[in-house]
């Protein structure tokens, strides 16, 4: 079969890490954040959180999507036998490895700057979310299995449906129903909780029956982005004007999906195409995820204490925790061999030397 690379969710991937690192940094300025484990300047910059309130309803659910959609084209290629594998390295060993080696270093910044004794135990930190998608492709591996070999049938009926506008918004009924069932007291709270399992299994599941269903659904949401977009926009005022940011988790499911929705249209009119910094950044979006955060604190760390404008100060952790973040893996993790399983990225094959071969082989250019 030959392989289609999708680029506008190699961007949506790369765009949602990004937007998440500065959804972490805006935390550090709240009054809240050190009871979410979060290092929290003396001076709030509480403006900052009327933005992160419209992301932080599909910042990490389009991550779950998304993850869903590259198992689809994981299995293009390989048996079960050969995914479980690959899937074991790229999410089970980071995700191990992080609990071990990496969250505690963050957990050891926070007890620096609070002046508090330094303990030590495992815990997955901010990498719950690699526990969860290792989990899903486990449970869901099965149903996709059929999908691959039987689902001819069903694959006709979806793309029937996903070919009209209201196509997709049937999927927020899920999400919808999810949140009546769970409940949560607060939508966004995501991390370790089963509402964050449960919605993220529904996105991980239809991210897969998104790229599974093929044309037709993404021929809609180029159609009707904007339609999406302004029905989450519409939303998003209501919940700023009526309900203090936290409406019904209803509301806040349909929010969520026609925010993702109508992303999701956006990116493929306009970034499916190659360039050679989605190349870069694509690799190293991953590593990037799994070390921002004690890169986070010792910006924190390090800036906090400065006699500068709390803004000036968001400003300057946003950027050392970015540039930190790819000197790490451009000078450490990228360029150590065996430091790389570690960070989800694969060994690279050194190609034997032949004077004459000048083009990429088939399987290089896959």
Known sequence: MKTVRRYDIDWLRVIAIALLLIYHIAIVFQPWAMFVGFVRSENALEGLWIPMTMLNVWRIPILFFVSGMGLFFAMRKRNWKQLIGERSQRILVPFLFGIIAISPLHMYLFQAFYKQPLTYYPHTGHLWFLGNIFAYVLIFLPVFLVLKHHGARLKKLLEKLMGTAVGPLTVSLFFVLEAIWVKPQIYSLYAETWHGFFLGALAFFFGY??????????????????????????????RYIEY?????????????????????????????????????????????????????????????????????????????????????????????????????????????????????????AI
């Open 209 to 238: 029956l998104f790229v599974y269903i093929g044309g037709p659904f993404w021929t809609t949401l180029k159609k009707w982005k904007w339609a999406y977009l302004a029905i989450a926009t519409a939303l998003y005022a209501l």
């Open 244 to 364: 203090a940011m936290e409406a019904p988790g209803y509301l806040m499911a349909l929010e969520s999906s026609c925010w993702i929705f109508g992303i999701f249209g956006l990116a493929f009119q306009y970034l499916n195409k190659p360039s050679r910094l989605l190349a870069y950044l694509s690799k190293a979006a991953y590593p990037v995820y799994i070390i921002h955060m004690f890169v986070l604190y010792l910006g924190a760390w390090l800036i906090l204490p400065l006699d500068i404008h709390p803004f000036l100060q968001f400003i300057a952790i946003t950027v050392f925790t970015f540039i930190t973040c790819f000197i790490l893996y451009e000078f450490l993790i990228r360029r150590i061999a065996v430091l790389r399983p570690l960070f989800g990225l694969r060994l690279e094959k050194r190609a034997k030397e032949k004077p004459l071969q000048g083009h990429p082989t088939a399987k290089e």
